[in-house]
């Protein structure tokens, strides 16, 4: 089971934001993060914990390992507010239930 | 650049099998997994299952006695059937591709535009 805490946080544009999430069990590092804009498909931000996908700016970083994980937006642009998701793989794929990412 | 297109039934009646299929331009389907994940209105993502060019598949447990996955090589798509829908099934459904990137994690690194799919009688 993934716990991404809380559901929802409130920034503002250009302050640094950072999400979390939780495993209950290890996962090493293989954790990747999704962000999901209203309407849109999920896009790929993250992965094993702390690779920034193909095209991803560099705004965006991820840390962790074992069982706790951050996903750090250094400065926040207004298309960053959106909903992000993690996600890992044991037998198969599992999403945490999502942190929505307001602005203040 | 990968491109998955998808198309597929919208309105189904409760007891209707769905069908979806998704096509992936630009990018051979050797090496990937090929993948089908649901999102209810409002609510988080639930992966339904995953097919390789070899045509094995992988399908999530709790959804495994009604859903089907196959590939068609030559077109460069893949299928979704799901049997006997209830408005528990009501979601978006996206195709995605299961990458390489991580060959533990294969993060999904290119998505469908998603498709609604609707079960009402």
């Known amino acids: 089971v993934l716990t991404q805490s809380p559901a929802t946080v409130s920034f503002s544009p250009g302050e640094r934001a950072t999400l979390s999430c939780r495993a209950s069990?290890?996962?090493?590092?293989?954790l990747a993060w999704y962000q999901q804009r209203p309407a849109q498909a999920p896009r790929l931000l993250i992965y094993?914990?702390?690779k920034r996908a193909p095209g991803i700016p560099a705004r965006f970083s991820g840390s962790g390992s074992g069982t706790d994980f951050t996903l750090t937006i250094s400065s926040l642009e207004p298309d960053d507010f959106a909903v992000y998701f993690c996600?890992?793989?044991?037998?198969?794929?599992?999403f945490g239930q999502g942190t929505r990412l307001d602005i203040k | 650049q990968v491109q998955l297109q998808q198309w597929g039934s919208g309105l189904l009646k409760p007891s209707e099998t769905l069908s979806l299929i998704c096509a992936a331009y630009?990018?051979?389907?050797?090496?990937?997994?090929w993948t089908w994940i649901r999102q209810p209105p409002g609510k988080g993502l639930e992966w339904i299952g995953e097919?390789?060019?070899?045509?094995?598949?992988n399908y999530n447990p709790s959804l495994k006695s009604r859903v089907a996955m196959s590939i068609d090589m030559p077109k460069n798509q893949f299928s979704l059937n799901l049997t006997s829908v209830t408005a528990a099934d009501t979601a978006v459904y996206y195709c995605?591709?299961?990458?390489?990137?991580?060959?533990?994690?294969?993060?999904?690194?290119?998505w469908g535009q998603g498709t609604l799919v609707a079960v009402s009688s």
């Open positions: 995605a591709r299961g990458s390489r990137l991580s060959h533990v994690l294969l993060p999904f690194d290119f």
């Open positions: 630009g990018e051979s389907f050797v090496g990937h997994y």
């Open positions: 097919i390789n060019h070899n045509g094995v598949t």
């Open positions: 069990q290890s996962v090493s590092t293989y």
């Open positions: 094993d914990a702390s």
């Open positions: 996600q890992y793989r044991r037998a198969w794929p599992i």
